[in-house]
């Protein structure tokens, strides 16, 4: 009976390692199992996040290009507004020659022939030139949006003696000119100053031959140029 006893618990024990065994081997696989799937699960919610992420950011680029957009659409519009006011308005001289008007998406650009508005070597504006001035003036400064830029240009002929000592270059007489016309537009017609910019070109811009005197008297102009405000 004694020795029954022993092989009894001999054998339970036995069994009971054998099962400790074998579930502890099967447990291994699946807690591997397990890990595996929590790992893929934290990499899933990492990539959702990060894709979430993604998407909040693409959604507001999309936005802010809408209204990118849309201000551009809005500038388009007012420009091609003015544009047509400009040719209604300034028709005489447009057919005369006198004045080009172009746009080009958001900008406008008005030429004004110097004979127009200066005698040969002058930077004082003609009366005829004042009117003309002031007349494209109280169209331009309703465009809040947009700076003026008044740039002066000359032909190749350079400053004769009698007034190098005023003007030494045509650097100088195309400043001094896009200056004047600056100060008018915000004196006379009550352009905002924080909108305009006086810029001289000498000879170096020129849109035609200097080799003709009617490429000269094209070369000699004032451009006057609306251009749209960068947003800080």
Same mark, same amino acid.
């Given at each position: 009976?004694?020795?029954?006893?022993?092989?009894?618990?001999?054998?339970?024990?036995?069994?009971?390692?054998?099962?400790?065994?074998?579930?502890?081997a099967?447990?291994?696989?699946?807690q591997?199992?397990?890990?595996t799937?929590? =790992?893929?699960?934290?990499?899933? =919610?990492?990539?959702?996040?990060?894709?979430t992420?993604?998407?909040?950011?693409?959604?507001?680029?999309?936005?802010?290009?809408?209204?990118?957009?849309?201000?551009?659409? *809005?500038?388009?519009?007012?420009?091609?507004?003015?544009?047509?006011?400009?040719?209604?308005?300034?028709?005489? *001289?447009?057919?005369?020659?006198k004045?080009?008007?172009?746009?080009?998406?958001?900008?406008?650009? %008005?030429?004004?022939?110097?004979?127009?508005l200066?005698?040969?070597?002058?930077?004082?504006?003609?009366?005829e030139?004042?009117? %003309?001035?002031?007349?494209v003036?109280?169209?331009?400064?309703?465009?809040?949006?947009?700076?003026?830029?008044?740039?002066?240009?000359?032909?190749?002929?350079?400053?004769?003696?009698?007034?190098?000592k005023?003007?030494p270059?045509?650097? *100088?007489?195309?400043?001094?000119?896009?200056?004047?016309?600056? =100060?008018y537009?915000?004196?006379?017609v009550?352009?905002?100053?924080k909108?305009?910019?006086?810029?001289?070109?000498?000879?170096?811009?020129?849109?035609?031959?200097?080799?003709?005197?009617?490429g000269?008297?094209?070369?000699?102009r004032?451009?006057?140029?609306?251009?749209?405000?960068? *947003?800080?």
């Amino acid at each position: 009976m004694k020795y029954y006893t022993y092989i009894v618990t001999g054998l339970f024990i036995i069994v009971s390692l054998f099962l400790t065994a074998f579930l502890f081997a099967s447990y291994l696989p699946l807690q591997e199992k397990l890990e595996t799937k929590e =790992r893929e699960i934290r990499e899933t =919610r990492s990539l959702l996040d990060k894709t979430t992420i993604e998407l909040e950011d693409t959604k507001r680029k999309i936005e802010d290009l809408s209204k990118t957009e849309g201000k551009k659409s *809005e500038e388009i519009s007012n420009i091609e507004k003015t544009y047509n006011e400009l040719i209604e308005e300034m028709k005489k *001289e447009i057919e005369d020659g006198k004045i080009e008007i172009s746009t080009l998406r958001e900008e406008l650009t %008005v030429n004004v022939l110097d004979q127009i508005l200066f005698d040969s070597g002058k930077i004082e504006i003609k009366p005829e030139g004042l009117e %003309v001035l002031g007349r494209v003036g109280n169209i331009i400064k309703g465009v809040e949006d947009h700076m003026i830029v008044v740039e002066g240009h000359t032909d190749n002929v350079p400053i004769s003696p009698a007034l190098s000592k005023r003007f030494p270059t045509n650097w *100088e007489l195309s400043a001094a000119r896009a200056t004047n016309v600056v =100060r008018y537009l915000q004196e006379y017609v009550g352009v905002d100053p924080k909108r305009l910019v006086a810029s001289g070109y000498s000879e170096y811009h020129p849109v035609d031959d200097n080799a003709t005197r009617e490429g000269k008297s094209r070369n000699r102009r004032i451009e006057i140029i609306l251009v749209p405000i960068k *947003e800080k």
